[in-house]
């Protein structure tokens, strides 16, 4: 569809998973079949404004990327592009949860109210798609190879991402200064909100908004630097980042009709 | 399928609704379907063991009662068997909520987690395929034609009925004397309980058991009883009450296996 | 309060129950107390917008109505002016389901989270505080006395009211010469939506807004006329509709930062 | 109280945490108060069955152990006991995730209704008293000193305890050896259960059982294990246990009044 649409249109913004890989070999192990258009695949922008505003105002194909990268990549940005060799990058361990809604409208047994409300549940651990869209990016931001244990789990909540994640830091450092460094990154963002400590976002803080919420918090005791991101997957997460992305795309103002 | 079961089996109980009614016309008004085997309609025994215990003991073919109809057929059988006229037989009005299990195992969108959670609404007003079950037995009761408004409404939680009861006072009648009439009237029946004032049954009261519970209040204002009925629909409402139907046939002592 | 406040600034608008009954004497049969400025009882007006946007504007002293009322004197207002006797004024039923918000934001024990989840139940049954007030405001519509049993129930929800309303229709009416009523009289208000069979108003339309949705039916079994009215109780039920009244009050665009 | 209780009785299960640190210098750390009885701590025997049934058999004191602490280490003992160096002891992560009611039954804001329902959030992270609990113990069972990471989260539900724990293989090891290592380990013990692949716990699966269900996966990408366990907080992870530490006591069938 996505080329069809191509054809009758200047400018496209996949909300699928088909554009959002750019190694083609990756989807028959992750998507369970092969791409058949590697020409687009190539001229994809992945869109994650906050990683890629520039490309996606001059794209032509935008891949809106997966909620649960949404949360991870912007969690990991500012560490990532650090210069410096903050954290193990072979290290990174991210346990995520996703209210239900992430999964789609379409009515399916797992989903059913009765087998949902008050269940908790890991799912497809080790195994989940939007890894390697996370490596992928990861690796870009950082320059080199980053791998990541993704592990998602289904919340009895209709809509919500809170991605809990986990990395080893290679030297001390204060939490202020990674506040700071964070805080500097973030500058001028307008749908980022970092808390200071005590603080700590909730899902509920981003219901409805195309904000992610972020907090960091490192444990002295082992040199863990612990991150949490908080986002709407429905908005930030799906159909308010795709709107971004128009806004970006047709040089509106860039937060037009999101709050 | 019951026949063919009848054919293999000496007794069959029933949860669906097809041997509920007791007038096959009534099945083409409410059910939709003209009813093919009016011979094992007459000989179906209306399986609710409060009502029909010796006729169940006796069944070959038990129609398990419909959930709504048991949490409301229990609540009345008192007043209808009371031999005095104490309420206006036409004017009863039922209320009743149930959780989203009443529906059923199959997925489908009114059900799907995302569209129940957090919401709150009527269905089928005045339309309930339930409606001429309760006519049916609640007439049967009271010796003389019953006709009811019945409003369902679907709860966001997995299990439990709550159905709240408006019934007109023909006579001035305390408070006092309803609730005495209704403790003698179900003394020494293993699965019901009469909250006194100002105890009122909640659902989770009942989870996972086959009991019932009651609780009855006059509003002197205006002569109003109004009466409160919680079952699990899962067990008292359906395969509990299959299974104290099948102690009874069976002659076991009919608490085996229930809560 | 309100009478330092309103030593301090010209106009109030008071969301607590203090000035919502026009008879001081209730408040001690239903609110436990005596009032004390029977003076500021009279000079207030019952801030309903769809009632009294007249007496709202030039108000000094505005009550904001209890939630339930709100929602249910929405769905009797037609009715009750059509002049025409069209419905029994002593028999009106409202069985009323409310969100666990509806009981404030103190944490008390029945709303902590673990009593209040997977469970329904009624309350205050025949004798809820804002029972005076409907059939008050009721009475002023009529013109007559009217008297009404009001049960509220709740639900494991954080917002969201829906009352279901019982009327026995005095004449036969076909639901569609009501609808037409209905449809008439809310013709340009601006937070009224009336659902055409065979739509149902269902919580979630609302949240987060200031409209209330209605539907109604005819139970041509037994002349009763069903009516179901939904309202989120945080914005119509309270600050929402407390705005749609400082609108009215300071001469503003009555929908002004509402939804 | 203890010390009050033990005077009068012969034998004290203590569901507090007064008694579940072994090194009384920890108290002022971790719980903020000072130990005051450091005789009885000595004498106290953790209450984990699984860990230390003979103890328990011959206790006068047992420190019931914390809910997510069972969680955790009833995960961890075949890893940390397996005599081999199989995992990273000084890089374990643990992201634990609770129902409301292991928050306890006092009302407080966090835990009203209206503030949990559809909402998701870590708390003190890398700062929970269970920390300790959790290192004393799993240091005892390896034999030498284990630091964890430990971030647990509030789930929209009543009940139930998921935690995922991610720990790094020294050598690469197939699923299918861990398994076959729990599998053995646990042979015998009358309320764990070991999952398959593909299957996973849920914490539905436990619901007011004293089981504690796990399930295993290693990360081939990068020698990660990842362990997931499920209790029911209330149960295993409270009175159950306390039940099971009583029956072990006086002799009873550990089984005895548990499900």
């Not at 990058?89 to 209210?99: R, W």
């Not at 244990?149 to 994640?165: A, E, Q």
């Amino acid at each position: 569809r996505v080329p069809e649409l191509l054809a009758l249109c200047e400018k496209v913004i996949d909300l699928s998973g088909d554009f959002r890989l750019t190694d083609p070999a990756l989807y028959p192990l992750w998507y369970g079949y092969g791409h058949k258009r590697e020409d687009l695949l190539k001229e994809a922008v992945y869109g994650l404004p906050e990683l890629n505003r520039q490309e996606v105002a001059a794209a032509r194909l935008v891949a809106n990327p997966g909620c649960y990268p949404t949360s991870v990549l912007l969690a990991l940005k500012p560490l990532l592009m650090a210069g410096a060799n903050l954290v193990d990058l072979g290290d990174i361990i991210i346990d995520a949860k996703s209210g239900v809604s992430g999964a789609g409208r379409s009515p399916k047994l797992p989903f059913h109210y009765p087998e949902c409300s008050e269940n908790f549940k890991a799912y497809r651990v080790a195994a989940h798609q939007h890894t390697p869209e996370i490596e992928e990016q990861a690796g870009r931001l950082a320059g080199e190879k980053v791998t990541v244990n993704f592990t998602p789990h289904l919340v009895p909540m209709v809509r919500g991402i809170l991605s809990t994640l986990y990395a080893k830091l290679k030297e001390p450092l204060a939490e202020e200064e990674l506040l700071e460094l964070y805080r500097e990154h973030y500058r001028g963002e307008p749908f980022l909100r970092l808390h200071t400590p005590p603080g700590l976002p909730e899902t509920r803080f981003v219901w409805g908004s195309n904000f992610c919420e972020l907090a960091l918090r490192v444990d002295r005791r082992n040199g863990r630097l612990i991150l949490i991101s908080v986002i709407d997957n429905l908005i930030k997460g799906a159909a308010g980042q795709a709107v971004q992305n128009m806004n970006i795309m047709q040089g509106w103002p860039e937060t037009e009709g999101l709050l």
